[in-house]
């Protein structure tokens, strides 16, 4: 690939993850002749490479395929699509004219030049710092995912008895290998009442294999000069201050966090794009653009996705929009906005297009059961139960768009009770 790398580009894709993947194909599919796609890693796939379980693809492909599975077929894909892939490549930055400056171990320092950008960065791990646990510095404290990369692709094992911080979906999905490696899983803490994962991950990685989870509880202190020896655990009170007159200690030599994502929006940033504290992303468009014309963004780094199958499909949109764009054909600007309501955590995207079909993507901020969410005071749906960690996606035709023209409307859980 060596010197055949041309430095003007129709759309520019940073991110070779899933979003990445589809938001090329998005772009080659709406007729965008140059499309190239940059990832820092050796390989395409993005974080898929390394969750080597089942569960993926159920939505998009109607079948169960593992992660490295479900990036193959869309690698494949991009590589029969006559898309450029710039791997082992760093994007340093972009200026607001799109120029990108990329360091790359076979091409060294590149400038390139691109007519759209789509941010495809993914995110990052919530570590102890985040959170500031109270203790000792020893070794044998890590995030999950980073005890995931070692297993399933070093094949080394991080310790023998295992803590897990936090019961999301990466922290029970290590849970379930571990034991599966011959780890014991001492338990699985979580701060909040319920579980802050998907309910099927709680089932089949936790209650399956038997391993306690304990609600409403922290990890107050980490014992151990050289290695983790073991941990003082304690509920916490309604507030989330931990009771340690109630507090017990728990033998174990290693200690994973799995605390949230952080999307990585360096990039972004510095560009000065307009973000949304409550997904800790962009704020976007219908056609997924940011406030910075000719650049936009999908996937991980826009809002974390718990199911990689609805990554797919918004970075499909993402790709094609911005190939619109890149061909010089821009759309009327949208005419609703969209805002977040009584219990809702975030809604995305921010604003809404009355012309067509419009795909809404949103969290609750608390369990409730028997819930009617609403949108202004025309649109009503109903669910048996809705929860922080599952996203809720919901269809719009414009039918019931037209209805909202030139409003500003409020997304919120109406009606129900709480868990
Ligand atoms: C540790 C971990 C485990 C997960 N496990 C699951 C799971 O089991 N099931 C599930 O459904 N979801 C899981 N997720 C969520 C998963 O991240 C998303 O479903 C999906 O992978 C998001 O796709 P993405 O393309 O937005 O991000 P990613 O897959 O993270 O891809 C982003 C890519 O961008 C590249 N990149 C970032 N910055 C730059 C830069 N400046 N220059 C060049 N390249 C850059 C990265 O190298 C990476 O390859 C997990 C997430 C994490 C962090």
Redesign the pocket.
Known sequence: MKNQLQKNYAVVI?????????AALGAREAGAEHVLI????VE????????I?S??GLHYFKEELT?PEY?ERFSQQVLSSKIELLTD????NITPDLKLE?ISRNHGYLNLQAKAVVL??????RTRGAIRTPGFRPAGVM????A??MVNMKGVLPGRRVAILGSG??GM?MARRLVLEGCQVVGVFELHPYSSGLSR?KVQCLDDFDIPLHLSTTVAFIHGRKRVEHLTIAPVTTQYVPNLNQSWDVKCDTLLFSIG?IP?N??SARLRIKMDPSTGGPQVNSTMETSLPGVFA?????H????????SEE?LRAGRFAAELALGMRRPGDNIALYPGENIASCVPHSLSSDREQIIYLRVKQPVKNATLSIGDRYEKKFKRLIPSEMVKLTLPPKILDHFFGERLRIEVSSGEAE
């Open positions: 940073i991110g070779g993850g899933p979003a990445g993947l589809a940059i990832d820092r890693e395409t796939g993005g974080i898929l490479n390394q969750c379980h569960g993926f992660g990036a490549s760093y994007v340093l990329v495809a960065m993914g995110c990052r791990e995030t999950a995912g980073l995931q990369k979906d990466i999905i991950n994502l990585e360096e990039l999908c996937g991980n780094v826009l974390v996705h718990d199911i990689v199958d609805f990554v970075s």
